[in-house]
């Protein structure tokens, strides 16, 4: 798993969330608890999941006290039981009350989407079948949204429009058709020095034999039914690898990739994850 964040990055995305939540001040914490007084936390998992951004976490609370003393207990992309201790944390009690909703919105978060997406990677034990992500994402998110399903066993897709060339319905609509798109997006292509994948969406298994002759690497169905799938994979095998999309859940993904598909995508991993319920414990 590759980190999110460049360092500059991270700070500044720190800098974003913090000024969200904190504004001119914390006037509860402020008010109550007085300067100089010292917590010692530790932060625990209230039900079973895997674990994403627990170092954005710790960075969180180091940005309002440099001084607090850490030790990460977990790591991204390890699967934890209820009551397990995931952070310790000893330091400025200001600094902790004011930063603990922010940092753990980030790790309740980050780790719901990994939690969902390894129940999804579940699913396919054995198929050889890899689950992707989409760009369906949060805005100002999507970094961190993406690099949570890796965290529990999906692959990345596209991270935006400028690092892959998806070629959709309303591309192929424009272009005049799905030969003429491809060789559109082929000869953009040929002027990138190192290439970038070049993948086309079919709504039929006519366009897919149309994208073949046009040497297609990559074919996004969406919504096919499954008996169209198969078919797809038997003409396509050898020539283009296939990503299936749409109708996709935890009841319909291992169908799917029984059909024989490559990949298979879907929004649900970033759009539908509820939250992962952990807690900050204090001691005196």
Do not use: W
């Given at each position: 798993?590759?980190?999110p964040?460049?360092?500059?990055?991270l700070?500044?995305?720190?800098?974003?969330?913090?000024a969200?939540?904190?504004g001119?001040?914390?006037?509860?914490?402020?008010?109550?608890?007085?300067?100089g007084?010292?917590?010692s936390?530790t932060?625990n998992?209230?039900?079973?999941?895997?674990?994403?951004?627990?170092d954005?976490?710790?960075?969180?609370?180091?940005?309002?006290?440099?001084e607090?003393?850490?030790?990460?207990?977990?790591?991204?992309?390890?699967?934890?039981?209820?009551?397990?201790?995931?952070?310790?944390?000893?330091g400025?009690?200001?600094?902790?009350?004011?930063g603990?909703?922010?940092?753990?919105?980030?790790?309740?978060h980050?780790?719901?989407i990994?939690t969902l997406?390894?129940?999804?990677?579940?699913?396919?034990?054995?198929?050889?079948t890899?689950?992707?992500?989409?760009r369906?994402?949060?805005?100002?998110?999507?970094?961190?949204?993406?690099?949570a399903?890796?965290c529990?066993?999906?692959?990345?897709?596209?991270?935006?429009?400028?690092d892959?060339i998806?070629?959709?319905?309303?591309?192929?609509a424009?272009?005049?058709g799905?030969r003429?798109?491809i060789?559109?997006?082929?000869?953009?292509?040929?002027?990138i020095?190192?290439?970038?994948?070049?993948?086309?969406?079919?709504d039929?298994?006519?366009?897919?034999?149309?994208?073949?002759?046009?040497?297609?690497?990559?074919?996004?169905?969406?919504?096919?039914?499954?008996?169209?799938?198969?078919?797809a994979?038997?003409?396509?095998?050898?020539?283009?690898?296939?990503?299936a999309s749409?109708?996709?859940?935890?009841?319909?993904?291992r169908a799917?990739?029984?059909?024989?598909?490559?990949?298979?995508?879907t929004?649900?991993?970033?759009?539908s994850?509820?939250s992962?319920?952990i807690?900050?414990d204090?001691?005196?």
């Open positions: 798993m590759n980190k964040f460049t360092a500059e990055q700070a500044e995305f720190i800098t974003r969330i913090l969200e939540d904190i001119s001040g914390d006037v509860t914490t402020t008010a109550t608890v007085p300067k007084t010292a917590l936390v932060m998992a209230r039900e079973d999941f895997v674990v994403a951004g627990i954005i976490t710790a960075a969180v609370f180091r940005r309002l006290d440099p607090i003393n850490i030790e990460i207990l977990v790591r991204d992309g390890e699967r934890v039981k209820k009551n397990t201790p995931l952070m310790t944390l000893k400025k009690a200001r600094a902790i009350l004011t603990e909703r922010a940092a753990l919105n980030i790790l309740q980050l780790s719901g990994a997406s390894a129940r999804y990677v579940k699913k396919l034990d054995g198929t050889g890899i689950l992707l992500d989409t369906k994402t949060t805005p100002g998110l999507r970094k961190l949204e993406k690099y399903t890796t529990g066993g999906a692959e990345n897709h596209r991270m935006g429009l400028y892959a998806l070629i959709k319905d309303n591309h192929i424009a272009a005049g799905i003429q798109a060789r559109g997006a082929k000869a953009l292509n040929a002027g020095p190192a290439g970038i994948p070049i993948e086309t969406e079919c039929t298994l006519d366009q897919l034999k149309e994208a073949l002759d046009e040497g297609i690497d990559l074919v996004l169905l969406d919504n096919m039914p499954l008996d169209q799938l198969r078919k994979v038997t003409i396509a095998k050898g020539k283009c690898k296939i990503e749409g109708r996709v859940s935890l009841k319909t993904i799917i990739a029984e059909t024989g598909v490559e990949y298979i995508s929004s649900k991993i970033t759009q994850a509820p992962v319920d807690g900050l204090y001691s005196a």
